[in-house]
């Protein structure tokens, strides 16, 4: 069998000021193309169709067309829902669909029965689970210990009565251990969300979505990314289609399908004078790309964004990265993730900040004692 995996289509999403919905239907029309060559027996969609849970009709518009052109060249669509869809709405209809080869996963009910594809060497069973909360499950069960996000996986997979002997898939949308992530994503602080990979063995492959870059957590565990950078923390990242084929054995081979945006999305770093000089910009596709640009200027530019905005049209926001900027903590060095802190990193330096001093070892335990119940409140 061979398939397409995709996830975190996010269609709706802004950048700050920009609707990205004409960046998100070009790229759909790529995919469309490439599975027009590809020929896909299947094609999986893992959660975050949307990028809210109450889409605009815009954003419901775009997706509509997309899944109804997908199902024409695809026999089989499956998809489940993602943190950012809200289950039932997707769902909307997904009973009808099944006669045309679109398989929706309902809002999670405590049980999933597979879809039985047949290929040329037998039957895969495709499991379709959505973004499931440890509280939810709790409430399905409440005589099983459910204390996180592993537990309950664990336990919707368990009832699954997975047979290994056969073919088996799953889709899915979760954060896996050891996962990098980026900025785009919205996951909750401290690994809260943590699920082992060792949970998918069963699986001849896993098609995750939730966390952005395209990456394998293992052979057979892999997310394909977003199908857009929707961060300026994925600037380097090469966003993809990952196509897979699955042989009569469970033997799997898996490749990507690069995708090309529309416009790109690119931080720029250099003096003032450096980044608005015509050489610097002019055999580059910069001038038609989201830009975030980091100025190393020591004095303020007064207008900056206005005059930066006039050379780069689809500029976003400017920062400095001077001394003045690197004394108050923020760290724009070449490489620097600004996004890789945690929220007591972040405090640490507030209080830094405000007091000229470090916390001690009492205060960072009320700070961290306080970050745990807002997660567990939150969760
Ligand atoms: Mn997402």
């Known amino acids: 069998m061979k398939f397409i995996h995709l996830s975190d289509l996010h269609i709706g999403k802004r950048l700050y000021e920009y609707s990205l919905l004409e960046d998100q239907k070009y790229i759909l029309e790529e995919i469309l193309k490439i599975t027009e060559q590809e020929k896909p027996d299947a094609a999986f969609l ?3 169709i949307y990028d809210k849970s109450i889409p605009g009709a815009d954003a419901v518009a775009v997706f509509d067309d997309f899944l109804v052109r997908l199902s024409a060249l695809v026999p089989e ?3 489940v829902s993602g943190n950012h869809d809200s289950a039932a709405r997707v769902a909307f209809g997904g009973r009808l669909m099944e006669k045309s080869g679109v398989h929706i996963s309902p809002a999670y009910d405590g049980e999933i029965a597979p879809v039985p594809v047949q290929d040329s060497f037998g039957t895969v ?10 509280g939810q499950v709790k ?3 409440p005589e099983e210990e459910i204390l996180s996000f592993a537990d309950a996986v664990r336990l919707a997979i368990k009832n699954m009565h997975i047979n290994p002997k056969e073919r088996n898939i799953l889709v899915t949308h979760l954060c896996v251990t050891g996962s990098i992530r980026s900025e ?4 909750y602080i401290g690994g809260v969300e943590d699920v082992p990979e060792s949970l998918f063995s069963n699986f001849a492959y896993t098609a995750l979505g939730h966390i952005h870059r395209p990456q394998s957590c293992s052979p ?11 961060s300026f923390s994925e600037a380097k990242d090469e966003k993809s289609v990952t196509v897979g084929e699955l042989d009569g054995e469970g033997g799997l081979t898996l490749r990507t399908v690069p995708l090309i945006p529309l416009r790109d999305m690119v931080e720029l770093r250099g003096s003032y004078e450096e980044v608005t000089a015509r050489s610097f910009y002019e055999n580059t596709s910069w001038q038609e790309d989201y830009t975030r640009i980091i100025l190393t200027d020591e004095e303020d530019i007064p207008d900056v964004a206005g005059r930066l905005s ?7 926001r400017v920062a400095y990265d001077n001394t003045r900027t690197r004394s108050e903590g923020f760290d724009f060095s070449a490489g620097a993730d600004l996004t890789d802190r945690s929220p007591l990193d972040l405090y ?3 209080y830094r900040q405000q007091n000229g001093q470090e916390m001690d070892a009492e205060q960072e335990k009320i700070i961290i004692d306080m970050l745990k119940k807002i997660q567990e409140e939150s969760v």
């Open 348 to 350: 640490a330096d507030l």
């Open 139 to 141: 409430q399905l069960y």
């Open 125 to 134: 069973n495709i499991y379709l689970l959505p973004y499931i909360k440890p």
């Open 184 to 187: 785009s994503e919205e996951i």
């Open 46 to 48: 893992a959660g975050d």
């Open 310 to 316: 006039v050379i780069y049209h689809y500029f976003t």
């Open 220 to 230: 057979r565990v892999r997310y394909c990314g977003t199908p857009l950078k929707y």
């Open 77 to 79: 669509v499956f998809l």
